[in-house]
């Protein structure tokens, strides 16, 4: 591990200013940070650890869950309202990790996670969003757990996060803070496809910091799930999931959200989904020809061809069972 200067800031502006140098990096519930530190992958110069701020807790206010940056994976799992309201959500966390990484990491810190590209985390293979301009050796080498959605000639690195998926299926907004002010920004805008520059995966400019997360509740009415796919059962990541959420009335949906995970570069939300789902009522047929509609323009290599019939099971099983009242 490369050295580095430990700040422990008192409050968000101390902790902003101090990110403000580009090798600073934020520590957190630490359980993806540290590993990239040990492995080399990631050496920043100084390390602020901001695990005292008043960042977590979550709270109800009118319509919308506000929930702090450094509330756990754990806490939010736990709580009622998530329980009662967002099944979305809470799955998406309880099928993200053991109890004991749950109680560990952050909200903030899953929404930033890196990816478990092999490649990326191997510091003798080329990987551009490790190091720009290097190459990716995963487009011609071992590829069956990469993307099939929103990637380019420079890389095909899954997300990992499954809380994210759900979220940018709820439209959920992030909020930052950094040296100029705060702002908020969609999540389904927060996350950038890899395009020229793969190194560069969100919005966040240096020195600015997740303090919350908005995510507006469902309608009463409303039936959720998140469906993940994996190798094992036992806390392995997404081949490929589905967070999906219906309104329904008189038969018809409503409204409809999908968001697919282990499937894209960034948690993807299917617009052409939804729109095959609206206004119908729920069908065998009809969820066949959302999940077609979800993998449109995806783009498999000859690794992950699978991925293609696979993710859109996987659409269609979860919809069935939000659509037959399982959720």
């Known amino acids: 591990m490369h050295p580095f200067e430990y700040i422990r800031p008192s409050d968000v502006r101390h902790a902003v200013t101090a990110a403000a140098d580009p090798g600073a990096a ?27 701020l008043p960042l977590r807790g979550v709270a109800l206010v009118g319509g919308v869950i506000r929930v702090g940056a450094l509330t756990t994976m754990e806490e939010l799992a736990a709580d ?10 809470r799955e998406s966390l309880l099928q993200a990790a053991s109890p004991q990484l749950r109680n560990m990491a952050t909200v903030g810190g899953n929404l930033l996670q890196r990816t478990r590209c092999r490649y990326y ?37 899954t997300h990992a ?6 979220l940018v299926a709820l439209d ?3 909020r930052i803070q950094g040296v100029a002010g705060e702002r908020a920004v969609p999540l389904t805008g927060f996350y950038r496809t890899p395009g020229e520059d793969p190194s560069v995966e969100n919005v966040l400019e240096p020195g600015e ?23 094992r059962a036992s806390y392995e990541f997404a081949l490929a999931s589905v967070a999906v959420a219906l309104v329904t009335a008189d038969g018809v949906t409503r409204d409809a959200r999908v ?34 509609a979800a993998l449109s ?16 099971r996987a659409v269609a099983r979860a919809l069935s069972m939000v659509a037959g009242g399982s959720g």
């Open 172 to 174: 959920a907004v992030v």
């Open 26 to 52: 934020f520590l957190a519930g630490g359980t993806t940070q540290v590993d990239l530190m040990k492995d080399g992958v990631l050496g920043p110069r100084v390390l602020i650890d901001i695990t005292r």
């Open 209 to 231: 910091l997740i303090t919350s997360v908005e995510i507006p509740l469902l309608p009463e009415e409303a039936r959720s799930r998140y469906l993940k796919v994996r190798d």
């Open 80 to 89: 009622p309202v998530v329980a009662d309201r967002l099944t979305v959500v």
């Open 259 to 292: 968001a697919l995970g282990g499937l894209a570069t960034v948690p993807w939300r299917s617009r052409a989904a939804e729109e095959v789902l609206r206004g119908v009522p729920v069908t065998p047929d009809t969820c066949i020809a959302a999940a077609e």
């Open 297 to 312: 323009g995806a783009v498999p290599h000859p690794g992950n061809a699978y991925k293609m019939e696979l993710g859109k």
């Open 121 to 157: 985390r191997d510091l003798s293979c080329a990987c551009n969003k490790r190091s720009p301009g290097s190459g990716c050796e995963a487009l011609d080498g071992q590829h069956p757990m990469h993307a099939i959605l929103g990637t380019s000639e420079h890389c095909i690195a």
């Open 161 to 166: 996060s499954d809380l994210a998926v759900a």
